[in-house]
């Protein structure tokens, strides 16, 4: 017999609105759960009095430092007992998920099953802004349990604290026709390679890795990485012309005009009339079947990616893929929020060797992080504190002009020493050619 539920009234007033609310959700749990009776009993006193009455701890399993977040309630009585009992322990498991996140219906029947079977509230979040499949509400005792049921089912814990945290990639190659490069593979090989700093916390802060297959970012490198991998290419954007033809048969002149051609952030589209079109190498063009064309000057393009979000497989990335590397992403710490530094404008990622290229960056920044960025220091600030030249020097990196748009207005750049370094580029390329 379940026990009593508590009165909630201030949780109440959330299921009034048009959308689902979670608190329907833990009504549904405490039906057949005390713990989840007690979460909400703890949760309902919270809202009255806008107070958090959790505290951490140390919570492990038998050889990981990190990869559970305890929490322990601070509501009792005079003599220490909690209000809500069944509650008084309610810490999370940081599980890993899958690169791109794919799982069968079958699988995600299981992992709920067995989070229940081992005496966990059924309370999972996919996926916390850590990335992490959260397992949320389990006691002391039976964290260990929970932990060695998902790893025989080949789960593994992601981290906490000042480690190496859990992986992202977007969902990738495997359903999306922008993908530039191998996302879960770089993902794999970059973790599997660095997990001895997931589970044995030793950094001075987080670090943490991002894959996104192309431009859109869809798992928010730039702001959230310490170091973010991003699909791109650098040869010409690729037209189906046919869909491009769909597409404006459509949504006709007015929307190609206003929604594509306008929004370009460089005005590298143009609509030019079929028989004036100057073709060249680095232009794209699509006949639109009405004597106009759309033209792409394909030199003028960042890779934005609105063209070709507003027409889905009308225009496409080019053929000559790769990635574009930054470092320094972060949410606001010591100082205010950074966007990643690009470090590595192109890079080819498709051979054994060049995910190896990868994979030794991603180590090599690793270390000098390790041993060069103060306690509770983020990448990103670090390299504010020691300037941008003193970081890819440190890391073994050849600056390149192409790393930033405008070298004298970016206020991020420490600048000392830029000249040489454009110089020294100079000579690199001259060499080359
Ligand atoms: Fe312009 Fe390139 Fe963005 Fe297309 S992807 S809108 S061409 S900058």
Not at 134 to 160: H, I, R, S, Y
Not at 219 to 243: F, H, K, L, P
Not at 330 to 349: A, E
Request: proline share 4%.
């Amino acid at each position: 017999m379940a026990k009593q539920m508590h009165d909630t009234p201030n949780l109440d007033e959330l299921e009034k609105g048009p959308w689902p609310s979670f608190v329907t959700g833990l009504k549904r749990l405490a039906k057949e759960n005390d713990m989840m009776v007690d979460l909400m009993g703890q949760l309902e006193t919270s809202y009255k009095t806008k107070f958090g009455y959790w505290k951490g701890g140390t919570v492990g399993v038998v050889g990981y430092g990190g990869g559970i977040i305890p929490r322990f309630t601070e509501l009792k009585n005079e003599k220490g007992v909690p209000l809500f009992p069944e509650a008084a322990e309610f810490h999370t498991l940081r599980i890993m998920p899958p690169a791109g996140m794919h799982y069968s219906s079958n699988l995600l029947r299981e992992m709920c099953d067995a989070w229940l079977e081992t005496g966990g509230s059924g309370l999972i979040a996919f996926h916390g802004q850590s990335g992490d499949i959260m397992l949320q509400g389990v006691k002391t005792e039976n964290v260990q349990a929970a932990f060695d049921k998902f790893n025989e089912m080949g789960f593994d814990l992601g981290g906490a604290g000042p480690a190496l945290r859990t992986s992202m990639s977007c969902v990738g190659a495997a359903r999306c026709e922008m993908s530039c490069f191998d996302e879960a593979r770089a993902l794999r090989i970059v973790i599997n390679n660095n997990i001895d700093d997931m589970h044995r916390p030793s950094l001075p802060y987080k670090f943490k890795f991002k894959f996104s297959g192309c431009p859109n970012d869809c798992v928010n490198s730039i702001q959230r990485a310490d170091m973010a991998v991003i699909g791109t290419w650098r040869d010409n954007i690729r037209v189906n012309e046919a869909r491009v033809q769909d597409y404006y048969k459509a949504h006709g002149m007015s929307d190609l005009v206003n929604d594509v051609i306008s929004k370009c952030p460089t005005k590298a589209i143009t609509l030019v009339s079929s028989d004036k079109v100057q073709a060249s190498d680095t232009t794209s063009v699509a006949a639109l079947g009405d004597g106009n064309s759309l033209c792409i000057d394909n030199k003028n393009c960042v890779r934005c990616m609105h063209c070709l979000n507003v027409i889905p497989g009308g225009l496409l990335p080019g053929n000559d893929k790769g990635v574009t590397i930054l470092v320094g992403g972060k949410r606001t710490l010591k100082i205010g929020d950074l966007m990643g530094t690009v470090v590595i404008p192109f890079m080819k990622l498709e051979s054994d060797e060049d995910f190896e290229k990868l994979n030794e960056l991603g180590r090599t920044i690793i270390d000098f992080f390790a041993e060069n960025a103060l306690e509770h220091e983020r990448t990103g600030e670090m390299i504010e504190r020691i300037g941008l030249v003193n970081f890819l020097e440190g890391i073994g990196l050849e600056v390149d002009p192409n790393m930033i748009n405008h070298p004298r207005t970016n206020p991020y750049v420490r600048t000392d020493g830029w000249d040489e370094e454009v110089a020294k580029w100079n000579e690199r390329k001259q060499a080359a050619a």
